[in-house]
Nanobody
Framework: VQLQAFGGGLVQPGGSLRLSCAISGLFLDYYTIGWFRQAPGKEREGVSCINYSDGGTYYADSVKGRFTISRDIDDNTVYLQINNLEPEDTGIYYC????????????????WGRGTQVTVSS
């Protein structure tokens, strides 16, 4: 199983990014995918996930209304649309697989991809 997150960059506050998580070795209709981020000096935190079964989604309170997770089963890719970026969104964003339903607990996720850096700064 391989996951690769990409699409990060340097963005001004208020800007937008779309992150992608390209997955190989498994099928999205059998695995939940979560997005996590890790800011400098902080724990890795779950920001969003999408259920394998019904596409149901979860968002951390800090990102609700600004982040949108989606998936393309045919392309085996999960996306994270990030709008109205804030400096507090700065960090490395990772995607990971979970064999059950969405949750924000990183220790329950199995396969992790290399992250993509998001920097929000003016």
């Amino acid at each position: 199983v391989q996951l690769q997150a990409f699409g990060g960059g340097l963005v001004q506050p208020g800007g937008s990014l779309r992150l992608s998580c390209a997955i190989s070795g498994l099928f999205l209709d059998y695995y939940t995918i979560g997005w996590f981020r890790q800011a400098p000096g902080k724990e890795r935190e779950g920001v969003s996930c999408i259920n394998y079964s019904d596409g149901g989604t979860y968002y951390a309170d800090s990102v609700k209304g600004r982040f949108t997770i989606s998936r393309d089963i045919d392309d085996n890719t999960v996306y994270l649309q990030i709008n109205n970026l804030e400096p507090e969104d700065t960090g490395i964003y990772y995607c990971a697989t979970h064999g059950g339903f969405c949750n924000r607990f990183k220790y329950e996720y199995d396969n992790w991809g290399r992250g993509t850096q998001v920097t929000v700064s003016s």
